[in-house]
């Protein structure tokens, strides 16, 4: 059994930065693949970011590729999701996630290939 909590979000200008945090509980965190994901009001939710249990694989999607990264320590059971340069387009509810497996192959965009679920925490970011 994995917790997840996030934290972080909040209002912000375009252009500006969040860092959201996930803090897992459970032993099997350090042993997963860590996933960010978003939902917007009237879609559906979509993959933003996963790193793999060590933290030497991470995979984005392409509307962040170059603007999010992804991270986690072990030591605090904790994964982070750094958001910079944000857009209007960035608004959604960011959800923290646990993989099934300790890697992210390419399925692993999909959120059937993820266990746990975070509550959730809301970015909003203004033009």
């Known amino acids: 059994q994995v917790q997840l909590v996030e934290s972080g979000g909040g209002l912000v200008q375009a252009g500006g930065s969040l860092r959201l945090a996930c803090a897992a509980s459970?032993?099997?965190?350090?042993?997963?693949?860590m996933g960010w994901f978003r939902q917007a009001p009237g879609k559906e939710r979509e993959f933003v970011a996963a790193i793999s249990w060590n933290g030497g694989t991470t995979n984005y999607a392409d509307s962040v590729k170059g603007r999010f990264t992804i991270s986690r320590e072990h030591a605090k059971s904790t994964v982070y999701l750094q958001m910079n340069k944000m857009k209007p387009e960035d608004t959604a509810v960011y959800y923290c996630?646990?993989?099934?497996?300790?890697?992210?192959?390419?399925?692993?965009?999909?959120?059937?290939?993820?266990?746990?679920w975070g509550q959730g925490t809301q970015v909003t970011v203004s033009s």
């Open positions: 996630t646990a993989g099934k497996g300790p890697f992210i192959p390419s399925v692993y965009v999909s959120p059937e290939n993820y266990d746990y």
């Open positions: 459970g032993r099997t965190f350090n042993t997963r693949a």
